[in-house]
Nanobody, 114 residues
């Protein structure tokens, strides 16, 4: 069945980097736009970044533009979120989503604090 599993979350100091990974299975990854969402404590889930099936187009929330980079390796069935210059307000559970299938992973927690 369709499954996406996030990994790579953890604790990082402000200004530091972190890379999240999303392992996809049960479907042909290259056919689908993939997105990363996040949900901070007490806040609604928000779209962070998206990437088309062929990786030709990407889009980002204004709050992460210039700091985060979404990428994918269809041959390895993987999607990534490279996060740099992290801020405390980036603290959240990050989720990977298969847009057209509305399939979500369980999330991975990112904590940015000193």
């Amino acid at each position: 069945q369709v499954q996406v599993v996030e990994s790579g979350g953890g604790w990082v100091q402000p200004g530091g980097p972190l890379r999240l990974s999303c392992a996809a299975s049960g479907f042909t990854l290259k056919r689908f736009r993939m997105t990363w969402y996040r949900q901070a404590p007490g806040k609604e889930r928000e779209l962070v970044a998206g990437i088309s099936g062929t990786a030709l187009t990407t889009d980002y929330a204004d709050s992460v533009k210039g700091r985060f980079t979404i990428s994918r390796d269809n041959a390895k069935n993987m999607v990534y979120l490279e996060m740099n210059s992290l801020k405390p307000e980036d603290t959240a559970v990050y989720y990977c989503r298969v847009d057209a299938l509305d399939a979500w992973g369980q999330g991975t927690l990112v904590t940015v604090s000193s």
